[in-house]
């Protein structure tokens, strides 16, 4: 039987909630999805939002939050989400792409600064769990919104990540640290955002929201989510070790920040085909870390951005997640101490 390269972490605890919410007849929009926004808001020290079926409806909200005008420019790193690109195309505005660490696959700082002339705001994507230095990017007076859909529970100075811009987007589909099934949520740091979100979802239909039934499976996981994290950085500690008799390296935390391990990123001395097929001979299924990335539509953005290609062709995401189990992590363990 394969190891798939990310299972959600659903156990009996989680159904029970589901099941809970089925039999009350709360399945659509109601209490539990109110009551998810506000558990996200308490955990990372926020005012409040909205939860959404769609991860594109969430980050397209906190864009429209923040009273852009047409023509505006939005700066994103050339591996975050080509979701971003159709954001920002569907509401006039011009995105800004900048190429990223080699060693982090995070947004390179300095050329954040140096175009914030040019632009109005950014989208800081919390890329495979890695902590940016959020603070010198709000330092650059740009208008910040966090999407730490890989990075949940991560801390910087002990200040959790997705709690230094104006908005922040979580994704909770089935490959997200908690999962809803689908949909993600966005937050407002104070409560002028908070209106300025409610403005925006005014003028959206009910269709839209997170149903309940969703949202439960949520609030659980979230209840969970240290034990989560301990588990997956324990696993990942493993995999280093195993990793480090082989020629390849994985992506790395830069400074004092606390990452999470959203999978594991290993960044290859040799082609990617080569090992994911060694891989696949192990039952273990692979995947390129940044195959849905801005870079990876466009020869434009990979020409002029080398560092986000080079991770683009070299990067692959080994399993790593909770529910891997003693033996698969032994398998996955001796596969990285031998890759070809």
Do not use: W
Request: net charge negative.
């Amino acid at each position: 039987m394969n190891i798939s390269v990310f299972k959600p972490s659903i156990k009996r605890r989680e159904m029970d909630a589901v099941l809970n919410c089925m039999v009350s007849d709360r399945i659509g929009f109601g209490k539990s999805a109110s009551q998810l926004v506000k558990d996200l808001s308490d955990f990372l020290g926020l005012k409040g939002g909205h939860a959404f079926k769609e991860y594109y409806r969430a980050i397209k909200t906190a864009v429209e939050a923040l009273g852009l005008e047409p023509g505006d420019s939005v700066i994103v790193s050339a591996l975050a989400p080509q979701l971003y690109i159709m954001v920002l195309k569907d509401l006039g505005l011009e995105p800004l792409i900048a190429d990223v660490d080699p060693d982090s696959s995070l947004i390179d700082i300095e050329l954040v600064e140096s175009a914030a002339e040019d632009a109005k705001a950014i989208i800081v994507n919390y890329e495979m769990g890695f902590v940016p230095d959020i603070a010198r990017i709000a330092e650059t007076g740009l208008a910040v919104i966090e999407d730490i859909s890989m990075a949940l529970g991560a801390s910087i100075d002990e200040q959790k990540a997705g709690s230094f811009g104006r908005f922040t987007v979580i994704n909770m589909d089935e490959d997200g640290l908690i999962t809803t099934g689908g949909g993600a949520a966005v937050l407002a740091s104070s409560r002028k955002d908070v209106r300025a979100l409610n403005a925006v979802a005014g003028n959206l239909h009910q269709s839209v929201f997170l149903p309940d039934m969703n949202a439960s499976l949520g609030i659980v996981q979230l209840k969970n989510i240290t034990e989560y994290l301990e588990s997956r950085l324990e696993i990942a500690d493993i995999f280093t070790k195993s990793l480090m008799r082989s020629r390849h390296k994985k992506l790395t935390q830069k400074g004092d920040a606390m990452n999470v391990y959203y999978s594991f990123p290993v960044v290859l001395d040799t082609g990617i085909h080569e090992v994911s097929a060694y891989a696949r001979k192990k039952n273990i299924l692979t995947e390129t870390s940044f195959s849905g990335s801005i870079a990876a539509y466009s020869e434009e953005v990979q020409a002029s951005c080398p560092n986000a290609k080079k991770l683009l062709l070299r990067c692959i995401n080994f399993p790593l997640y909770p529910m891997l189990g003693k033996s698969n992590i032994s398998i996955i363990s001796r596969v990285l101490s031998s890759l070809p």
